[in-house]
């Protein structure tokens, strides 16, 4: 079979054809795609289209972009929770530095916005599918591939033959001439006039697989030969209708896809989301409203009966505002009565319909931020914001394992590749991190300077060195959060370390943790004796064992070490003693800048 042929009927089957997911249980992904965009968009799929038989708008009542926002804020990953922490001791100013490249790195990429459109289009249409492109000059980006210009294998997305498509100005088109063949017989595809037609898009099929060997001619087309080997290769065609035009092909070590599912279901690849879940009762919810619609416009016209011959066919035309009707003897004159005892029945149909979405996706009031009833109890409240979201918890951990994979096969290569280079790193640190980062800075530039003066027979003291340190301290700090750091040749070379994202929802839920930590300090606050000057809490063995399983169950992330040591410090007011100067640099200030002079230190 030649790879054309093989091109068209894997896109003729996935358009038309369904796979049966068990006896009598079709699915067509093709289908369910177009369903979700048609839905996301207030639009209807059906034959009677968005046009009711008087020729008005048919009503859309939408129900499921709010739940894909619910489901988006109640997953989300933000580049602050992406976290690297070494494996070893010794690794760990290292590991202190390199979470500052992988930001940098996340920050000049935009990864922020990948990560943004990873965990809407998850949601939304039951997966993501992420692409790994690099260009000439050595860059990677992350991409999300749009569902509506891909075709996959229903059955098995990774494994099978991916295509997708682009959309391509003849401009840019012409611009691929180093690097494709046939450029201008493409062009002439799609624009007769010449390159500068910039309302023409020229479609591009880009085709990943596993292909036999002789795919790779000069113009893919050549026939498979029996006993050959498969590998992975890449094709690029330009498709008008019937018509193509073979651009470029190429082996590859490894598919620059990654995927996920929201919800994994039996026998298919692409995973069940939240627009799906609610299929159903979007259906219905408009059928309903549809009704209600059809049963208020008739309930709201005015009709009139009579067994009079004086009066016309209509009042609203043939008679004034406040005319007098005369009636013969006998007569009468009545309005008929239209409203249907049914609309508040259309009402509560809505409302199953919609309980039913809240059930299926776990998205409540609670979850979704609404107003509570009144008079319900705020721990009632919270209790079932917890329930509902604890359904998203292991959306989110399976995409924190999902970010994790992709990071270190794509991005942690990626990223050693240029900072195991000499280069300078520019970022802003956390004041926990500035006070850590120009201490042993200051520690080291004065170690240096002390070190000269001795050698050269000068007396350094302990109060010069630390008048020196403090100098140093000094300058460095007025750059503000910025530092501007020296990184040597191969200084993370040997670093071992791992991935850890933050999927427990810490950032989510802060009420709580405010509310954990007032209870500990008004616990501990309450137990002050001025007598003493001390806190019982922190004294008393049985007491001090409550208040530490208050900690340790609270989740606030207080460490009760932490509060008896600095509480314990606090009360026998001991001073800090100065440290001495260190034997040695360490291993971060190996790192920083190197400078011999203090009034020499800038940024």
Known sequence: MK??????????????????????????QYSTLRTIEFYSNSKFTGSRGNKLPNGREKPFYNIVNTMVDTAVVATDIDTKDIRVESEREQDFDKSFLYNHEIQKWMKESNFAKTLNEMGETRARYGGVLVKKTEEEKGKMELQVVQWKNVITDPVCLEEGVIIEKHYLSPMQLRKKKEVWENVDEAIK???????????????????????????????????????EEYYNQVHFYAVKGEKYVHLYWEEEKEMPYKYLAWKKASGRSLGRGVVEEGEESQVWTNDAVEKEQAAMELSGKVI?????????????????????????????????????????????????????????????????????????????????????????????????????????????????????????????????????????????????????KILSGELITLEDYLSLQGQFMEVVGKTG?????????????????????????????????????????????????????KYAALEDPVLMSILNKIIEMSGSGLSPISLTKQGNQQQQGQPTTPALPPATPSPLGQAEIRSRQPQAVTS
């Not at 209509?314 to 609309?343: H, P």
Request: aromatic letters at 12%; proline letters at 4%.
């Open 3 to 28: 790879l054309l042929t093989e091109i068209k009927a894997i896109k003729s089957g996935y358009e038309g054809g369904t796979i049966e997911i068990t006896d009598g249980l079709p699915f067509s």
């Open 189 to 227: 595809l799609f624009a007769k006039k010449g390159y500068t037609n910039a309302d023409t898009k020229c479609e591009i099929w880009e085709v990943h697989g596993e292909f036999p060997e002789s795919y790779c001619d000069e113009d893919g087309e050549c026939v498979m030969k029996e006993g």
């Open 304 to 452: 009139m009966k009579t067994n009079s011959k004086k009066i016309g066919n209509n009042l609203m035309t043939d008679m004034e505002n406040g005319s007098i009707v005369v009636l013969e003897d006998g007569k009468e004159l009545e309005v008929l009565n239209l409203l249907t005892g049914a609309l508040p029945q259309f009402q509560n149909l809505i409302q199953k319909w919609w309980s039913q979405y809240e059930r299926v996706t776990s998205s409540y009031d609670a979850v979704r931020g609404e107003t509570p009833p009144s008079g319900q109890p705020y721990r009632l409240q919270a209790l079932v914001s917890q329930n509902g979201s604890s359904h998203f918890d292991y959306r989110r951990e399976e995409w924190g394992i999902f970010l994790t994979e992709l990071f270190v096969d794509w991005v942690f290569p990626y990223v050693a590749k240029k900072i195991n280079k000499k280069h300078i790193l520019a970022s802003d640190f956390s004041p926990e991190e500035l006070k850590n980062l120009d201490e042993q800075y200051s520690k080291y530039a004065a170690s240096d300077f002390a070190k000269e």
């Open 481 to 533: 959060r910025r530092r501007f750091l020296d990184i040597p040749d191969g200084y993370y070379k040997d670093m071992e370390a791992k991935l850890t994202i933050n999927v427990t929802g810490e950032q989510k839920n802060k009420m709580a943790a405010m509310e954990s930590l007032n209870t500990i300090f008004t616990t501990v606050a309450g137990t002050f004796n001025p007598n003493t000057g």
